[in-house]
Each structure stands twice: as C-alpha cells, then as structure tokens.
C-alpha cells in the first residue's frame, strides 16, 4: 500500500491563516485610529435621559451642599466627576474655574473615592469652581451616570435630562468646540 502524498496547498494555507488574521485586524485598527474620530466622545445611553436620581451627602468641613438631582430643575448644571489624586483634574480644573464665573449655569462637583482632607486640600490650593459638591465615596452613583473613569463631565438640562457628556480634561478648545454650544442650546431651551 502506498501512501498519499501531503497537499502542500492546505497546508501553506493553515500556515498563513494567522499572518491573515493579524493584517486584517491590524487594517480594522488603523482604520478607526485615522478616522478623525473625537476619542473623547464616548456615546453615553443616559443623553437625553433624567439624570439618575443622586443624594450625597456634602464634603465634610466645606460649607457647601451635597449633590441633589432634585436640585438640578430649572437651571443648566455642569456636573464635574472629580478626585483629589486624579492627575488630568488638576489639569482641567482652571477651565472649571472659568466656566465657573458664568452665572447662567451651576457647576457642580461629584467627588469620586477620595479622603475628604484631600479632596479639600485640593480645592485649597486651587481654587473651588462648584456650588455644591456631593462625595461618592464608594463609587455607586458614578455607576448610575455610566462614568468610565475621572474627569468626566456631564451637562443637564433645565428639564433634568443630560444634554451632553464629556470624557476627560475640560480644555479650552473642547469647551470652545463642543460644551459651550451644548451649554448656549440648554439655556435657549424651554423647560
């Protein structure tokens, strides 16, 4: 009996089969990385929606209230998710400041796994933007507004509903681009 011989055909086929593998998820990722894409806007299910129903308690030894979502009808707040060792908050933090002096909105804090000390530390050394800050402590309502990690800002509307959601530092050019637009729709709309 003789043997067949090997099909050498298949065979290169198998051994290509990775290299193909790998050049066509390389294609797919360098597609996505020159689309132009803003990589800080992640889609958020919650725009549009109520803002998730948030009672904290305030930031001990600051004279400044909690985070009510019940507070938010009627006004255009900035909720800003914070924390003390978050290195890109230090870096947003002047633009808070700015968007701060805008008596049209209400920047609030929701500060995020953080010491109290620090947190007030923090806002010693550099100034305090926000009209009321809420401490979530152990991160359960950070879950409720779908944060992905800190900063992130959400926009909501004088309806309660978020308008508008921004992942990472506030810079100058993000607020000039996309925030303040946002802001300037919520102000013009009707409750």
Same mark, same amino acid.
């Given at each position: 009996?003789? =043997? /067949?011989p090997?099909?050498?055909?298949?065979?290169?086929?198998?051994?290509?089969?990775?290299?193909?593998v790998?050049l066509?998820?390389a294609?797919?990722?360098?597609?996505q990385?020159? @689309?132009?894409?803003?990589?800080?806007?992640?889609? @958020?299910?919650l $725009? *549009?929606?109520?803002a998730?129903r948030t009672e904290?308690?305030?930031l001990?030894?600051?004279?400044?209230?909690?985070?009510?979502?019940?507070?938010? *009808?009627g &006004?255009?707040?900035?909720?800003n998710?914070? !924390?003390?060792?978050?290195?890109?908050?230090?870096e947003?933090h002047?633009v808070? /400041?700015? %968007?701060?002096?805008?008596?049209?909105i209400?920047v609030?804090?929701?500060n995020?796994k953080?010491?109290?000390? #620090?947190?007030?530390?923090? /806002?010693?050394d550099l100034g #305090?933007?926000? &009209?009321?800050?809420?401490?979530?402590?152990?991160?359960?309502?950070?879950?409720?507004?779908?944060?992905?990690g800190v900063p992130e800002?959400?926009?909501?509307?004088?309806d *309660? &509903?978020i308008?508008?959601?921004?992942?990472?530092? %506030?810079?100058? =050019?993000?607020v000039?681009?996309?925030?303040?637009?946002a $802001? =300037?729709?919520a102000?013009a !709309?009707?409750?």
């Amino acid at each position: 009996m003789s =043997e /067949l011989p090997p099909q050498a055909r298949p065979r290169k086929l198998f051994v290509l089969l990775p290299l193909l593998v790998f050049l066509a998820l390389a294609a797919v990722f360098l597609m996505q990385l020159l @689309s132009g894409r803003d990589l800080s806007v992640i889609p @958020s299910a919650l $725009i *549009g929606h109520d803002a998730p129903r948030t009672e904290l308690p305030p930031l001990e030894g600051m004279s400044l209230p909690g985070l009510n979502s019940a507070e938010f *009808g009627g &006004k255009v707040t900035l909720v800003n998710v914070w !924390a003390s060792w978050c290195a890109p908050c230090r870096e947003e933090h002047p633009v808070l /400041l700015e %968007l701060s002096k805008d008596s049209r909105i209400v920047v609030a804090g929701l500060n995020y796994k953080d010491k109290p000390e #620090n947190a007030r530390r923090f /806002l010693g050394d550099l100034g #305090n933007p926000y &009209k009321a800050i809420g401490v979530d402590q152990h991160g359960r309502t950070t879950i409720d507004w779908g944060v992905y990690g800190v900063p992130e800002t959400f926009l909501v509307g004088k309806d *309660g &509903k978020i308008a508008f959601k921004h992942v990472g530092p %506030l810079s100058p =050019e993000a607020v000039k681009a996309s925030l303040m637009p946002a $802001i =300037e729709k919520a102000l013009a !709309a009707s409750q």
